[in-house]
């Protein structure tokens, strides 16, 4: 039992570990979708306004 909780404990730590270099990314694509989202909320604040 104790083998096998240090061998998942092992494989989650290196799972971790090579997800550090896509976290940056990550954040980029949540941020454009955030800046997508913002520009849609613009247009439509913006044809409402004209309306």
Not at 10 to 17: K, S
């Amino acid at each position: 039992m104790d083998k096998l909780l240090l061998t998942l404990v092992g494989a989650a730590l290196l799972v971790g570990l090579s997800a550090c270099n896509t976290v940056s990314g990550v954040g980029q694509d949540v941020s454009a979708v955030g800046r997508d989202v913002s520009a849609g909320a613009q247009g439509v604040e913006n044809a409402i306004r004209d309306n």
